[in-house]
């Protein structure tokens, strides 16, 4: 089990260092420094972070409750295995709310724009030069973007339920930015969903959006199963 660097205990509240334990592991999870079905004890992520177990274990616990770890009462936790099955059925559930959202958007008055599909035109219709390049904050902002999409509905539970499933997929779905022609292409996608959505294209839309999420999809699946070869073969090698 690899962490990173331990934290300091010092006079930090209890709540502010389970998040600080919580932000690390997940981090770990996310980079592959922790692999899918690693297993270890609070005690040894107590011990490598010092501090005590409290904390750990409500860090372990929230981590649980997202989806990321299994607990195991008697052999400790595990850094719970890839379901490629159940983020593909998460994808496809992605698919049915955002389609759903750009028939609202389409459907609304000529007069009303939402202020929120004001803003992501100004992010996303932009000239090549005025272009972020930093993946890290691409995925960021693309997930935003399908977020807001939802949110320029209107409908609290739509957005909520797109929230959630948006969170899961999360782990996988940043890796997509890895690459710099999928920057660039996320960028060109997005402003021609936005610009069938602005002229109410609403068929269009729907069909641009589904192929943009279906590429994703494809994409972060080999990125994710290259870079898990990649962190296991890692492993070995520090071993041996």
Not at 92 to 115: F, G, N, S, W, Y
Not at 169 to 191: G, K, M, N, S
Request: hydrophobic share 40%.
């Amino acid at each position: 089990m690899q962490l990173v660097d331990p934290i300091r205990r010092g006079k930090e509240r209890p709540e502010n260092l389970a998040e600080r334990i919580y932000g690390q592991l997940k981090d770990d999870i996310f980079e592959f420094r922790l692999l899918p079905g690693d297993r270890f004890s609070e005690g040894e992520v107590a011990e490598r972070m010092a501090a005590s177990r409290t904390p750990v274990r409500q860090a372990l616990y929230r981590l649980e409750r997202e989806g990321y770890l299994e607990v195991y009462f008697r052999s400790g936790w595990q850094v719970k295995p890839f379901d490629f099955a159940h983020f593909e059925e998460l994808y496809d559930v992605r698919i049915v709310l955002e389609q759903a959202a750009v028939k609202r958007l389409c459907d609304r008055e000529a007069q009303e724009t939402p202020a929120l599909l004001s803003e992501l035109k100004r992010i996303w219709m932009v000239a090549p030069e005025q272009r972020l390049e930093d993946g890290r904050e691409v995925s960021r902002l693309d997930e935003r973007f399908h977020c807001q999409l939802v949110e320029a509905t209107g409908n609290r539970e739509m957005a909520r339920l797109h929230g959630e499933v948006s969170e899961k997929i999360r782990i996988i779905r940043r890796l997509d930015f890895t690459q710099t022609p999928r920057v660039q292409a996320t960028y060109d996608e997005h402003a021609r969903i936005l610009g069938a959505i602005l002229s109410r294209r609403c068929e269009e839309a729907q069909l641009m959006l589904k192929a943009h999420i279906e590429v994703s999809k494809a994409e972060v699946r080999k990125i994710t199963l290259h870079m898990l070869h990649s962190a296991r073969e890692r492993a070995v090698q520090a071993q041996g």
